[in-house]
């Protein structure tokens, strides 16, 4: 069946750099979206990148443009999230989702999580002052 593992979340410094992994299995990754969300406290899942491993397009929300970088590794069915310059506001549980929808493969839709039928666990990245 679709599983997929996160991990590399952890605690860093404002202005620091993280690097979350998604590990993929049970599926054919081509054929799919993976996206990374995040969920802080008290507030709704947000879209944070996309990659639509059909044609290899990638999307971002406006607020992690130029600092998250979201990447694959064809031969270990792993997705990367790259985050650089991290902020406090970037605090958030972060997950892997995974789709084979059209409805995910657009850049207006990328981004609704109820687009999203599988999900990972989750890895708390935490950004202090």
């Known amino acids: 069946q679709v599983q997929l593992v996160e991990s590399g979340g952890g605690l860093v410094q404002s202005g620091g750099s993280l690097r979350l992994s998604c590990a993929a299995s049970g599926f054919t990754v081509d054929d799919y979206v993976i996206a990374w969300f995040r969920q802080a406290p008290g507030k709704e899942r947000e879209g944070v990148s996309a990659l639509n491993n059909v044609d290899g397009t990638t999307y971002y929300a406006d607020s992690v443009k130029g600092r998250f970088t979201i990447s694959r590794d064809n031969a270990q069915s792993m997705v990367y999230l790259q985050m650089n310059s991290l902020k406090p506001d970037d605090t958030a549980v972060y997950y892997c989702?995974?789709?084979?929808?059209?409805?995910?493969?657009?850049?207006?839709?990328?981004?609704?999580?109820?687009?999203?039928?599988?999900w990972g666990q989750g890895t708390q990245v935490t950004v202090s002052l």
């Open positions: 989702a995974t789709d084979n929808s059209y409805r995910t493969r657009h850049a207006t839709s990328w981004s609704v999580s109820g687009f999203y039928h599988y």
